[in-house]
């Protein structure tokens, strides 16, 4: 494969390092000295502690020190705002409030030793009541979990709606047809194959803090460092090196990187905590846990008029939850889905339970995954009521491209569409007719063969700063480009590669703009030292925003350039035309020959060359983008299953996903990262779960309970592609990183669901397990978040 | 990262060694073979034993053929060289078969015969299979070896007959021309533990049925077997009818527990269903 000049397929740049094992992971750092720390945690979801003796484990010959609440509470760090304006215990002091809270940090000489010490570590605890059932945490007379907080008499953290409630209800009053569905979006974890964990390092001669962590958001970690622990800015640095897999759960501060600080402060020296797979599953950032119902109004004859949706969510024990503050249920507007309603509403109710706090994690765009699932479930119940065809009612219903831009029922404003072609596409790579034909047949020897369907529409790339911002932080982001003198430049952006291939595409935005190839651009990121401030990449941010914040930036670098070669050129600006063919980038004196390329103005930018007033040397530039809208990706994915009726067992056969994110910077990279959230769908609707017994008792704490698909459940993908630029992003692209991650449950379960409709079941709860689809053909369906008994 | 409380190793030379490391090291030593069940569970810092003992390199263990009328099986033969052994595939499909199922390929490059087998977990699928063939286990210890049948091996979940210094070194499987066997098992996932798994393996003599072994894993059935269902088709022609009831026989005999795989109705559903598909199976194989 080639190098393009632009856009293109291109080999991945991080590849060289990754394929040879070459890549460095926060636990590739040692420095000498260092220190590890290890976290005692709760084995209780509930309970008041009454002691902790941390006298046998302080006399263990390799142990430092060993940390509780207690101490941290001397230093006013025992409890630290989240990131959603909550408070989370850093180590425990009055109540465990989850299974596998952090209670108190050992530091030792090696993880041996600080392992062997958590068990020396004596805590008395006091057993109370739990909440694990959302569904009973508004009860009369439920546990209070948080009576830390000053005043609190229930589990409510809020209530929250969007949409006109009269006018959807008034709909709904005339509607000729009505559907309503009960719906869970359970728990689920983003399982990154590296766990979390920090290394900190504080100098005290300096009093300079470094901290190598894998953080998706490096700057905002810094600053809340220097907010929460009144330490000055300038003096901490954030390096997020290579990272095994963010997926929305490295946005976060978790206790463990605090604990690392402090043990650093207090030791003198360097320390490393690295959490294991069961602590990451027990206590990083969780997400979905919505229970939903849904309700659509709709004419006789297909025409969707209105949605109504109220949603119970479980935020666990802290409200965790990473989003733009105004944003309580983040983007759920967008259950509205991609259609042409009437009227809409929704109410949602954030509830407290004795689980792990998190929310929104994992590649779910702010809850639009659990708004999308929701929407595309409903439109098949409202097909299985009608008797209609799943793809034919979406069709009656979609948006139509001359709509665009289209402000939603709940105030969105979608920027560019084209659904019905995209939907067509997918239906035409399906063979979508011959494959309802062979159902049929199938069904008529008593086979189980099913065909599901969902049209998805995102809202990505936070975004306007006006509306949006992260703990008062905008979500605007920087990127600095310098050229050198022979024309090769350096990229400098706020946002953080977890795998999305930064490296190489933003690489190619550059080059695009400045006719270099993508070989001559170097992307640096990760490391607050190095990097403009910015908020990371989450929520398919990093294109919408930092991408467009490298396209403007290489666009001054461009400008400047022009009054560079005007110079040598001895031309006026004006006359200068800027063009790009195979050999690169140059300004040309239109209508002549005459020109220079980008790496001669480089040259002569740093050079002895005169330049006239007002024209400063080099060509380097800053930039700040703050978007002006989000960006609203789109697909029609088509899932073929065949059931086993004897066992429940669903085997995956054909997956098609057509999706529309724009302009393509690296179509390899757009495909590897549809790829990856596809397989994430399959897992969720087929297997991935995390449920509780009554006394909160985590029952997916490690691999052998919590399922990640393989190879082996995942069918070869077919992908296509269309195109619908952007109209207000720079290149016209629209973020892609959790597109399938979104679209792909509901296809599959609608598959499923499809396949079982000669036994009428109309829902069932993922995960479908053989277990789940057995007990549902039974019209018995378990209830998934709870430990089956 | 999880890591395990501190411990002795010891590399066995032979097995005589291994017995005499055994003895000096008593109760808290364990043997390690693939490790894929031990090294987990001190990971996890569930089982925290004083020293391993590592047989490994014991090629004395890791035979594998026919010796007469007899497969025999070293306790240390992987996973993979049961799976790849063209003998084992030809006489009896049904070892193949579960093992295409168990775990994945890094784990059955290691794990071991003999240390599933002395692991006892309840879900384990070489259990099912070796009772429904009527193996025999040969244990080895300081006073000389003895053999055992395997329905007599498992005494509970995690437990065996297996002394702390002895060895299970082979088990051994009768050979009988054309007898038919096969597996199966539902899982959430490749490599997953069974939800429930039965195996079979049936001798037809002039189209009645001469022979009957019925071997199910995961779901509470003793010794990993369903003898009154076995005893029900015995003198029967092997007719849907016939192997539907055994295997209705064989579900009624399990006491299968509730967990994250499923509820009990239908983990019992699943050990009919499933008992019922390996019995066809093992029939269409049994020549007669
Ligand atoms: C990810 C994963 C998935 C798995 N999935 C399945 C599955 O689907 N189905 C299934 O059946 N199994 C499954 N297993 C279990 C796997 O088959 C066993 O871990 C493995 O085969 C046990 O053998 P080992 O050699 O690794 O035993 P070890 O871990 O070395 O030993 C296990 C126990 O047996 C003892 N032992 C070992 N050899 C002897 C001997 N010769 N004499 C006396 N005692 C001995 C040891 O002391 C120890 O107590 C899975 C394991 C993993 C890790």
């Not at chain 1, 759960?249 to 360097?270: L, N």
């Not at chain 1, 119970?312 to 024990?317: V, Y």
């Not at chain 2, 040969?138 to 210094?165: A, C, K, N």
């Not at chain 2, 049925?209 to 779901?219: F, M, Q, S």
Request: proline share 6%; aromatic share 6%.
């Amino acid at each position: 494969m080639s190098t393009p000049m632009g856009f293109g397929r291109m080999h991945r740049k991080e590849d060289a390092r990754f394929i040879r094992g070459r890549g460095s992971y926060v636990d590739d750092v040692n420095l000498p000295g260092m220190l590890y720390g290890a976290i005692l945690r709760s084995p209780h979801a509930h309970a008041r502690i009454v002691s902790i003796d941390t006298s046998a484990a302080l006399a263990h010959p390799k142990v430092k020190a060993v940390i509780t609440g207690e101490t941290l509470a001397g230093l006013n760090l025992a409890w630290m705002p989240t990131l959603s304006a909550d408070t989370q215990a850093v180590l425990a002091t009055d109540k465990v409030r989850f299974q596998g809270q952090e209670v108190a940090f050992v530091v030792a000489e090696d993880r041996y030793s600080a392992r062997d010490a958590l068990e020396l570590i004596d805590v008395e605890y006091e057993a109370l009541d739990a909440v694990i059932d959302a569904r009973k945490s508004l009860d009369e007379g439920a546990p209070i979990i948080r009576d830390d907080q000053e005043g609190r008499a229930d589990n409510k953290i809020f209530d929250w709606g969007a949409g006109d409630k009269d006018a959807t209800d008034a709909v709904f009053a005339q509607a000729e047809v009505t559907v309503a569905q009960d719906m869970l979006y359970p728990r689920v974890h983003p399982a990154p194959l590296e766990t979390c964990g920090a290394v900190a390092d504080f100098d005290k001669v300096t009093g300079k803090l470094t901290v190598w962590c894998p953080t998706q958001a490096p700057h905002a970690h810094r600053t809340l460092y220097a907010l929460v622990a009144g330490l000055p800015e300038h003096k901490i640095r954030v390096i997020s090196p290579d990272i095994g897999g963010g997926f929305g759960g490295k946005v976060g501060i978790y206790p463990g990187y605090v604990c690392a600080i402090v043990g650093s402060i207090v030791t003198g020296k360097p320390v490393k905590w690295m959490e294991d797979r069961s602590e990451n599953l027990m206590s990083t950032a969780f997400a979905r846990d919505y229970h939903m119902r849904g309700e659509v109004a709709a004419t006789r004859d297909g025409r969707i008029q209105a949605i109504r949706v109220k949603v119970l969510a479980d935020h666990g024990a802290f409200n965790g939850t990473a989003q733009p503050t105004k944003f309580p249920a983040g983007f759920f507007h967008v259950f509205t889905g991609s259609y042409d309603l009437r009227a809409a509403h929704c109410e949602v109710t954030g509830v407290y339970t004795n689980k792990a706090p998190g929310g929104v994690a994992y590649a779910c765009s702010f809850r639009i995954t659990e708004a999308v699932y929701l929407v595309e479930r409903m439109i098949d119940v409202l097909a299985d009521e009608l008797g209609v065809d799943a793809a034919e009612l979406r069709m009656k219903n979609l948006l139509r491209s001359e709509q665009f831009p289209y402000t939603s029922p709940t105030g969105w404003e979608y920027d560019s569409g084209d659904y019905q072609k995209t939907l067509q596409l997918a239906m035409d790579m399906a063979g979508y007719d011959a494959l309802r034909r062979e159902q049929a047949e199938k069904r008529e020897r008593g086979e189980l063969m099913g065909i599901g369907i969902s049209f998805f529409t995102e809202a990505v790339g936070a975004g306007p700063r006006k509306h949006m911002d992260i703990l008062g932080l905008g979500m605007a982001d920087g990127a600095e480009l310098r050229v050198h003198p022979t024309g090769k430049a350096v990229l400098r952006v706020s946002c953080q590669s977890q795998g999305q291939g930064h490296e190489t595409t933003f690489a190619q935005i550059v080059g695009a703009e400045l006719g270099i190839s993508p070989d001559d651009v170097e992307v640096v990121h990760g490391d607050t030292d190095q990097t403009p401030f910015g908020l990371g990449t989450y929520g398919s941010r990093s294109t919408p925003v930092s991408g467009a914040a490298t396209a403007m930036v290489a666009r001054k670098v461009r400008e400047r350039a022009r009054q560079v070669a005007a110079a040598m050129l001895e031309a006026s600006p004006e006359d200068l035309e800027w063009t790009v063919d195979e050999a690169g980038g140059s300004w040309t004196v239109a209508g002549t020959g005459a020109g220079k390329s980008i790496q001669e103005i480089a040259l002569a930018a740093h050079s002895n060359l005169e330049l006239p007033e007002g024209v400063e040397g080099h060509l380097d530039a800053t930039c700040v983008y703050n978007p002006p809208n989000l960006t609203y990706p789109f697909g029609a994915y088509i899932c073929v299953v065949d059931v086993d009726p004897g066992t429940g067992q669903v085997k995956v056969r054909r997956f098609i996903a057509v999706d529309d994110c724009g302009v393509r910077i690296n179509p390899m990279i757009v495909e590897g990262q549809v790829h990856g959230g596809l397989a994430d769908g399959v897992g969720m609707a087929l297997m991935q779960l995390m449920a509780f017994d009554e006394d909160g008792n985590h029952l997916g704490a490690s691999f052998m309970d919590y399922l990640l698909p393989t190879a082996m459940e995942c069918p070869s993908w077919e992908l296509g592609e269309t195109v619908t630029p952007s109209p207000h992003h720079p290149i016209g692209a629209k973020g892609v990183g959790e597109s399938a991650t979104v679209g792909s449950p509901p296809a599959v379960v609608n598959a499923v669901l499809d396949a079982l409709r000669p036994y009428g079941v109309r829902h069932a709860d993922m995960p479908l397990t053989p277990a789940a689809v057995w007990r549902a053909i039974k019209g018995d369906p378990i209830r998934t978040d709870m430990a089956i008994t | 990262m999880q890591v395990p409380a501190s411990f002795e190793y010891e590399r066995a030379e032979s097995v005589p060694h291994a017995l005499e490391l055994l003895e000096r090291y008593g109760e808290d030593a364990r043997l390690v073979a693939g490790g894929h069940s031990l090294i987990p569970m001190m990971k996890l810092r569930l089982a925290q034993p004083d020293a391993l003992i590592d047989i490994n390199g014991l090629a004395e263990l890791s035979h594998l053929g026919v010796d007469g009328d007899t497969l025999v099986i070293g306790a240390l033969v992987r996973h993979a060289a049961l799976l790849a052994d063209e003998v084992v595939g030809t006489y009896f499909p049904i070892f193949h078969e579960a093992e295409r199922v168990i775990a994945d390929p890094v784990v059955r490059n290691r794990g071991t015969v003999g240390g599933s087998l002395c692991q006892a977990d309840p879900s384990e699928d070489l259990s099912a299979a070796f009772a429904a063939v009527r193996a025999e286990a040969v244990i080895l210890g300081p006073g000389g070896s003895r053999t055992v049948p395997i329905r007599e091996f498992h005494v509970g979940p995690y437990e065996t007959v297996v002394e702390p210094g002895e060895i299970l070194t082979e088990l051994r499987v009768p050979i009988r021309p054309g007898a038919g066997s096969a597996y199966e098992k539902v899982e959430r996932r490749v490599g997953d533990w069974p939800v429930a798994a039965a195996g079979a393996y049936l001798r037809l003599d002039g189209g009645v049925i001469a022979e009957a072994g019925i071997g199910l894993t995961a779901v509470g059935a003793e010794h990993f077997t369903a003898p009154d269902a076995e005893a029900y088709l015995i003198g029967k022609a092997a007719e849907e009818a016939v192997l539907r009831e055994a295997a209705r026989i064989a579900a009624e005999s399990c006491e299968p527990q509730a967990d994250q795989r499923g509820p009990v109705d239908y983990k019992r559903h699943l050990a009919g269903e499933l008992t019922y598909r390996a019995l066809s199976r093992a029939a269409e194989r049994s020549g007669s």
